[in-house]
């Protein structure tokens, strides 16, 4: 669907809304009666309302305005079928009692949702509902797909201050667009996410990772050459010179893949424990890399030195922007610590059709910067928030600039 059909489809969503849904109760007991109060509230003043979790995402954006909407209190498993893939959790529960009760039976969230301990995550860690309002994807995100591909219904309540049930609890489900999926990377303009329905996958058989010694262009051209073939790859990563690739599958196809790797690239086999800390360290951005470029960030202060995040087709050639940079997702995800200017970097990755994000920066609120989203992107996004938040309740420019609205505390100036 397209975005102008999706937002159709929103508006007429929210008119059904209004016409069919004031019969149903609204809330049971808990937080969610303070909320709803605490939005209409917001909406009479002209204020807004920041939403948080675990704040493992504090760096992304500014997250400074609004009154605070701590949805911690939130939480717990509420449906879990392993035989049907499915878990259901309230968006204040900890990513990691997510995490503990699947491996109990084997199982995992295969988009591998990041915890970015530097950010000054809470003690509990990042939510499931900040997993899905940030959108972020650890490695195997190139082969098992995004955050949005395993949401498979939610729960939201509104800048209306009303709750709203999106898609289903199944895995095969045909009942139209999945207003959900929007969710995904909202960054908690469109409302509080009050659970969400995620599918979950076995864990693998079994994993390998090799090493091989190659240039950038030369892994981008060789990772790109095996992902076009019938080989179990899983996730890639580059960086100085060395080129990493996991392997997951069956025993059998793994160990064949990694014996036909060998005989061509002559690769090096990493031990299984120094791989999984490598792995972790990409995803949670505890690896080397990432470490220096935060580094790197801090000590230039305000002369613009940033870590940039970088989507492109997986087969562009090396960007050419000065500074030092991590390719992951078989080529299709670019991290690059550099002290250009925004302007030249959105300019570099807009000739060959990707967009960039300001990922780690000394400069407040430069999750998207200005020139990142065409006119019409914008329109469409800005629309798209109205129809869920008609008052601007969770309008706090954390996807987009906007004007000066809204003072730290929530209120109107």
Request: net charge neutral; glycine share 10%.
């Amino acid at each position: 669907m397209s975005a102008a059909g999706l937002l159709l489809y929103a508006r007429h969503i929210m008119a059904e809304h209004d016409a069919d849904m004031q019969a149903a109760p609204l809330f049971e007991s808990g937080s969610l009666p303070q909320w709803a109060e605490q939005i209409h509230d917001a909406a009479s003043r002209g204020a807004c309302l920041r939403v948080r979790g675990g704040g493992s995402k504090d760096h992304l954006g500014d997250a400074s305005r609004g009154a605070l909407l701590d949805t911690r209190a939130w939480r717990g498993i509420e449906v879990y079928e392993p035989s049907e893939l499915v878990i259901r959790a309230r968006g204040g529960t900890p990513l990691s009692e997510v995490e503990a009760a699947l491996a109990e039976r084997g199982q995992y969230l295969a988009f591998e949702p990041p915890r970015y301990a530097f950010a000054g995550t809470q003690s509990d860690g990042p939510t499931v509902g900040g997993v899905v309002a940030s959108g972020i994807s650890g490695p195997g995100r190139v082969t098992r797909g995004a955050v949005r591909d395993h949401v498979l219904g939610s729960q939201v309540l509104t800048g209306r201050g009303e709750a709203l049930r999106f898609g289903g609890s199944v895995m095969k489900n045909v009942a139209g667009f999945d207003l959900s999926r929007l969710l995904a990377g909202s960054m908690g303009t469109l409302g509080v996410i009050l659970d969400v329905t995620l599918k979950v996958m076995p864990e693998p058989v079994v994993s390998a990772t090799m090493r091989f010694e190659l240039n950038e262009a030369q892994a981008l051209a060789q990772v790109n050459r095996w992902a076009a073939k019938p080989l179990p790859l899983d996730a890639s990563a580059w960086w100085d010179g060395m080129l990493l690739l996991r392997l997951r599958g069956a025993r059998a196809a793994v160990a064949s893949a990694v014996q036909s790797l060998y005989r061509e690239q002559h690769g090096e086999v990493l031990e299984p424990a120094a791989a999984d800390a490598f792995w972790l360290g990409v995803r949670d951005h505890a690896d080397e890399f990432f470490v220096r470029a935060r580094q790197a960030v801090a000590s230039a202060g305000q002369q613009g030195v940033s870590l940039w995040r970088i989507s492109v087709p997986p087969t562009t050639a090396p960007l050419g922007l000065h500074g030092e940079q991590m390719v992951e997702w078989f080529g299709g995800l670019r991290w690059v610590c550099t002290p250009a200017p925004a302007a030249a970097v959105h300019e570099v990755v807009a000739k060959v059709g990707g967009h960039a994000q300001a990922f780690v920066t000394a400069q407040v609120g430069a999750l998207v910067a200005p020139n990142a989203w065409s006119p019409v992107q914008m329109r469409l996004h800005q629309q798209v928030q109205r129809s869920f938040d008609p008052h601007g309740v969770f309008d706090t420019g954390r996807l987009w600039p906007r004007d000066t609205r809204h003072s730290s505390d929530g209120s109107a100036p």
